[in-house]
């Protein structure tokens, strides 16, 4: 088994993830497709639909000119938005902000990548990865990643967490992006866009991290598991306050 096969069993395996931690990797032109030749090219999708194929098990590949979300492609430099987005009025079509000036806003602090930049996009499963992604991004349910975020939290040495998200792009900016310019985690509630679009269930949110933090973490997740995860799991303290209750009630 190689490195990111044990990294990605470790992932899997300590928080308990019922789908897979999926690997993205942002092509430019130039980038070597040998290691991406065999995988699913796919048309017209949006980048949250593919990172749903992706933790369901599939490998593929998004070119620029098949990447249907217009939000997606400004943020990942593919193209430019539509007036109506980036006017702000869209979104207040769509009914997710009452105020044009708000969608703007949102559009304007976004942070996206330089024009032409990125080319494709590849996702896969982590163990799958040819070698190690640009950034990584799991979608599951908030206990779960709620140990990657405390697994930081002791790389950073206890410095506080913080998220930075709109409520919109949740996979492509919040999850990809932010990690990727900022080299940091990042974690999102989801947004508008990815629960409409995917099979992401109301109980899942999601984060995201640079390729290059996941053996850090995963060795901080393999010391939180020891003690800190099993004992929070087995919820010891809200049994011994059901059965103090509960004793109460049978005295009386």
Known sequence: MNR???????????????????GVFLLRDGSDPTPFQDWE?????????????????????LEAEELACPAAARAFGMRELPEGL????????????????TGKRM????????????KSIAAAPLRECPA?????????????????LL??????????????????????????IIPFLENKINYSLGCYGCRDATDIGTN??????????????TGVLGFLSEKAIPRSRAKGAYRNLTERKNEKEDKK
């Not at 559009?107 to 990125?118: H, S, Y």
């Not at 002791?154 to 998200?165: Q, V, W």
């Not at 899942?204 to 850090?216: D, S, Y």
Request: aromatic letters at 4%; proline letters at 6%.
């Open 41 to 61: 090219r796919v048309s017209h999708h949006r980048y949250c639909q593919i990172l749903m194929k992706a933790r369901a098990g599939q490998s593929v590949v």
């Open 132 to 148: 190690i992604p640009d950034v990584v991004v799991v979608e599951a349910e908030p206990e779960q990643l709620m140990w990657l």
């Open 107 to 118: 559009f304007e602090t976004m942070p996206r990548l330089d024009p032409g930049r990125v």
């Open 86 to 101: 980036a006017g702000g009025k869209a979104l207040v079509g769509f009914g997710i902000v009452e105020k044009a000036e």
């Open 204 to 217: 899942e949110t999601i984060v995201g991290f640079p390729g290059n933090l996941l053996e850090p973490l």
């Open 151 to 176: 697994a930081d939290l002791n790389l950073a040495g206890g410095e506080r967490r913080t998220g930075n998200t709109a409520v919109l792009q949740a996979t492509c900016v919040d999850s990809t």
């Open 4 to 22: 990111l096969a044990e990294q990605h069993q470790l992932l899997k395996i300590i928080l308990e993830l019922k789908t897979e931690p999926v």
